[in-house]
């Protein structure tokens, strides 16, 4: 946050406007010696006045534009910056001792670079040093051509305006942290809200569309002697049922490492080819450790369970073999013993396999069947920022 402040800042002080605003105020104090009665009553020539002040802008304009040039974050803009902060407070410093006393106003330029600098929040332990030496050299310079009084003025003064510039920006500074910390809780409480907003979808998944389809698939086998349709819906209400046990699942925990998302898939495929007389094999190849959004978890188990489907209801498969491989994308491997499927399944499905691919491609992965020698293979590669925040691995290791 305070990066933040220091840009937004010079944003506006270096931007166009700003810096022609600056060799305005420049040319106005350069030239304002030659007004009638003013190098009298400031006590400050052109000869002191012009030579400082395009000083000034010539280091306001170099800085302007290394801003522009590389940024307000820059080790250049950095260095200019110190240079100008430097430069202003020797300038104050130098016109308060071209006016001949302390009770000088120039002195509004030493206080115009504080609030500058107290304004950015972004200090330095060397700024107020660079406000203050200056201003000890003036004092000392007053004392020993013997103005005292002078010299304790300017000594005051000075001082006086570092105090004011090191308070506000204590007060600002403890003021972005009450505000950093204020957004820390909200965003606590927010994340606390979705994740009792994902627990009450989940109860209510279960308790209410749960319920509904484990009733409607009891009356289904209860009538399954009465209409040869009946099969199909006991096929369809039990396939939802599933899919809706994924997705409470997945909502219950909208992060899980991925070897605890297949050791749950494993048991759902085991489970899937063991009711129908098949065997199964699951292995997860990659980290296991790498965390999974919800989404991807949703999608994982819900493909592998309709690619594993129609491997044991269309493909007559004796065995299939589920394999996750995890590298630069998550790719999966469902792999069976059966009669083949033919190349083009996927655009002729209005169901199983179409759903599966449009799930894929809406993470932005994709979904192909590939020839091998004793069945068949669906490949589903997902890109990695669809699985997780965290970098890719380097590398694979076999789980």
């Known amino acids: 946050m305070l990066v933040e ?5 010079f944003a506006q002080y270096r931007s166009p406007s700003g810096v022609i605003g600056m060799t ?4 106005v104090v350069a030239l304002l010696p030659a007004v009638p009665g003013a190098k ?3 006590g400050v020539g052109l000869r002191a006045s012009v030579p400082l002040a395009l000083g000034h802008l010539l280091i306001n304009v170099t800085a302007a534009a290394i801003h522009r040039r590389w940024g307000p974050l820059s080790r250049p803009h950095r260095i200019a910056e110190a240079t100008e902060t430097l430069y202003s407070s020797c300038l104050s410093a130098a016109f308060v001792y071209a006016s001949g006393s302390a009770r000088s106003i120039f002195w509004i330029f030493l206080v115009a670079l504080a609030a500058l600098l107290a304004t950015s929040l972004f200090t330095r332990r060397y700024d107020r040093w660079m406000l203050l030496v200056p201003q000890a050299v003036l004092a000392g310079a007053f004392f020993a051509f013997g103005k005292p009084l002078d010299g304790a003025l300017t000594l005051l003064a000075s001082g ?14 403890r003021g972005v942290a009450a505000q950093a910390e204020l957004t820390l809780v909200r965003e606590a409480m927010a994340a606390a809200a979705v994740e009792d907003e994902r627990r009450r979808i989940a ?3 279960h308790d209410g569309v749960g319920a509904e389809l484990s009733a409607l698939l009891r009356q289904a086998r209860a009538s399954r002697s009465e209409a040869a349709s009946s099969a199909e819906l006991v096929r369809r209400a039990s396939a939802s049922l599933e899919e809706l046990r994924v997705v409470v699942w997945a909502l219950r925990k909208p992060a899980r490492p991925l070897a605890e998302v297949v050791e749950y898939l494993a048991v759902k495929v085991r489970d ?9 094999v699951v292995r997860l190849e990659g980290d296991g450790a790498s965390v999974m959004s919800s989404a991807s978890q949703s999608l994982l188990l819900n493909v592998t369970q309709e690619l594993v489907r129609n491997a044991v209801d269309h493909a007559t ?23 083949g499927i033919p190349l083009d399944a996927v655009e002729r499905s209005s169901g199983g396999l179409a ?19 004793h069945g068949s293979r669906v490949v589903v590669t997902l890109p990695w920022a669809a699985i997780t925040r965290e970098a890719p691995p380097d590398r694979g290791v076999e789980a």
């Not at 402040?5 to 800042?9: F, G, S, T």
């Not at 305005?24 to 040319?27: D, Y």
């Open 24 to 27: 305005v105020i420049e040319v």
């Open 203 to 205: 109860r209510e998944l």
């Open 5 to 9: 402040r220091y840009v937004e800042a």
């Open 272 to 280: 899937q080819c063991s009711t129908a007389g098949r065997r199964a």
């Open 40 to 42: 009298e009553l400031l």
């Open 355 to 373: 759903d599966a691919r449009e799930r894929a491609e809406g993470l932005g992965g994709t979904l192909q069947i590939e020839r091998v020698p």
């Open 317 to 339: 498969a004796s065995q299939v073999e589920v394999v996750i491989r995890l590298g630069e994308t998550l790719t999966l491997f469902v792999d069976d013993d059966g009669c």
């Open 160 to 173: 006086l305006i570092v105090y004011m510039y090191w308070t506000a920006t204590s007060v600002g500074l």
